[in-house]
């Protein structure tokens, strides 16, 4: 079956790091656009960041450059989100997806991981 799969996520500290993964199942994250997104119980989803397939171009939320960085892994089928310096205001479930186009527009985006919760507090 078709499926994406977070994982990485856990409590840090203000300033601290978390690495983030997007593994796929069922298909190649290589043919896809891969998108993070992240959302605050009771809040709208906001995106993160992308990296294209077309190009290999990014895209990072003004909020996160130059703290976040995203990468592909293709011999392991995985894309890959380093955060750095983070602040509590990052504390979100952090969700992967796979889309055919490079955007932040959430419903182009076909597919979707369970999210994987990062909570920033000291």
């Known amino acids: 079956q078709v499926q994406l799969v977070e994982s990485g996520g856990g409590l840090v500290q203000p300033g601290g790091s978390l690495r983030l993964s997007c593994a796929a199942s069922g298909f190649k994250l290589d043919y896809y656009t891969i998108g993070w997104f992240r959302q605050v119980p009771g809040k709208e989803r906001e995106g993160v960041s992308y990296?294209?397939?077309?190009?290999?171009?990014?895209y990072y939320a003004d909020s996160v450059k130059g703290r976040f960085t995203i990468s592909r892994d293709n011999a392991k089928n995985t894309v890959v989100l380093q955060m750095n310096s983070l602040k509590p205001e990052d504390t979100a479930v952090y969700y992967c997806?796979?889309?055919?186009?490079?955007?932040?527009?959430?419903?182009?985006?076909?597919?979707w991981g369970q999210g994987t919760q990062v909570t920033v507090s000291s």
């Open positions: 997806a796979a889309s055919a186009v490079a955007t932040m527009w959430e419903s182009v985006y076909d597919y």
């Open positions: 990296i294209s397939i077309s190009d290999g171009s990014t």
